[in-house]
């Protein structure tokens, strides 16, 4: 039993988090999104800034919060990469800091492992193999998780990331940013069959049929803006949006449905645990349960806090490499991004 403190600043949440194995001790959230929302995306440099002013203030409350002292901390981890160089150099010179003066290892952790390891937090009794959907505002990615720190992409989005297609098409309905959470809200007052829209088939070369496991939204946002102007010509401004957003919602819950089972039975696995924030998609949660029972599948979803950004999930990822072993050098820099298959890279020889 070990117990990390992580730090996650990939993006526009800075969070502190103390875990012991698989329970959360502590986790401080600190969201960027009421910075972001005026420019309808995030902003890197207001990231890094507010990072900066948020980290020191969320690792001692991390600490209070958990009730332990400095002494009760086995190692630091840090999210290293994917994510925005500048936020991320704040998250990281913070934990190295730390591990430091206090005279802890430090580990590096990929951000995608980490919203692998958020199934964990919320079922501890979770083993690999099983299939990882990851869902996110910049990911859209089928992940066989093999075992610890052994992942093959199996499926990715060839242009749109699930989470990056809400925001888009919420923006195209003048709806506010981070549209993922305001679309799921509309959805539910809509008819979700109310419009028939393309599920993003990536098209195999020489015709030979589609792509079982690779998806790709930005067709689907194109039929949305071209829907939306064409009720606007017939109709004025007065939009079907709850029509409009369940529909969307629903095409995208099918399509990364279809593709996560056919994953999973295609490599014989029984288990699909689903990360990321368009796993708070309550269509998603929905579609894929139902559709997943029928084969006989398992799903997990972590709880809606730990399906966006968080230093737990991370902290979770740092306390099962810790416990096997795994350091990372002190001279480990970020990188905007890394390949999963490539997590070894992060670990001292
Ligand atoms: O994992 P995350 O917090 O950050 C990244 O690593 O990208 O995911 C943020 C994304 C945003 O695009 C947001 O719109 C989407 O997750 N999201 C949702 C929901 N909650 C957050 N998308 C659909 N339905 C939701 N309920
Ligand atoms: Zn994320």
Do not use: Q
């Given at each position: 039993?070990?117990?990390?403190?992580?730090?996650e600043s990939s993006c526009d949440?800075?969070?502190v988090s103390i875990v012991k194995n698989r329970n959360i001790l502590s986790n401080v959230i600190a969201s960027q999104i009421k910075l972001h929302e005026q420019y309808g995306g995030v902003v890197p440099e207001l990231a890094s800034r507010k990072h900066l002013e948020m980290v020191n203030p969320c690792i001692d409350k991390a600490l209070v919060d958990s009730g332990?002292?400095?002494?009760?901390?086995?190692?630091?981890?840090?999210?290293?990469?994917?994510?925005?160089?500048?936020?991320?150099?704040?998250?990281?010179?913070?934990?190295?800091t730390l591990a430091l003066v206090h005279n802890k290892p430090f580990l590096g952790i990929h951000h995608l492992e980490?919203?692998?390891?958020?199934?964990?937090?919320?079922?501890?009794?979770?083993?690999?193999?099983f299939l990882c959907l990851l869902v996110s505002?910049?990911?859209?990615?089928?992940?066989?998780?093999?075992?610890?720190?052994?992942?093959?992409?199996?499926?990715?989005?060839?242009?749109?990331a699930a989470g990056e297609a809400f925001d888009k098409v919420a923006r195209l309905?003048?709806?506010?940013?981070?549209?993922?959470?305001?679309?799921?809200?509309?959805?539910?007052?809509?008819?979700?069959n109310a419009f028939k829209l393309p599920e993003g088939r990536v098209s195999l070369p020489n015709n030979q049929g589609f792509h079982p496991y690779d998806s790709s939204f930005s067709g689907l946002k194109t039929a949305m803006l071209r829907l939306i102007t064409k009720l606007k010509e017939e109709n004025g401004d007065n939009l079907p949006i709850a029509d409009l957003c369940a529909s969307f919602q629903y095409t995208v819950a099918k399509a990364l449905t279809k593709r996560s089972i056919r994953g999973c039975l295609d490599l014989g696995l029984t288990k699909i645990a689903v990360g990321g924030g368009v796993a708070a998609n309550s269509g998603l949660r929905e579609y894929l349960t139902t559709e997943a029972q029928k084969q006989?599948?398992?799903?997990?979803?972590?709880?809606?806090?730990?399906?966006?950004?968080?230093?737990?999930?991370?902290?979770?990822?740092?306390?099962?490499?810790?416990?096997?072993?795994?350091?990372?050098?002190?001279?480990?820099?970020?990188?905007?991004?890394?390949n999963i298959e490539d997590v070894h890279k992060l670990y001292k020889e």
């Open positions: 039993m070990s117990v990390i403190l992580a730090v949440e800075t969070s332990l002292a400095w002494g009760d901390i086995d190692a630091i981890a840090s999210t290293v990469t994917p994510g925005l160089v500048g936020s991320l150099i704040v998250g990281v010179t913070a934990a190295k980490g919203h692998i390891y958020a199934s964990y937090l919320n079922d501890p009794d979770l083993e690999p193999p505002g910049g990911h859209t990615s089928l992940i066989h998780v093999k075992g610890r720190g052994v992942y093959k992409n199996i499926g990715s989005t060839r242009d749109d309905l003048n709806l506010p940013y981070p549209g993922g959470p305001v679309i799921d809200r509309l959805a539910k007052e809509g008819d979700r006989g599948i398992e799903v997990f979803f972590p709880p809606l806090s730990l399906c966006t950004d968080n230093a737990a999930m991370i902290a979770c990822a740092g306390c099962d490499h810790f416990n096997h072993g795994v350091r990372s050098s002190l001279s480990l820099g970020v990188a905007s991004r890394m």
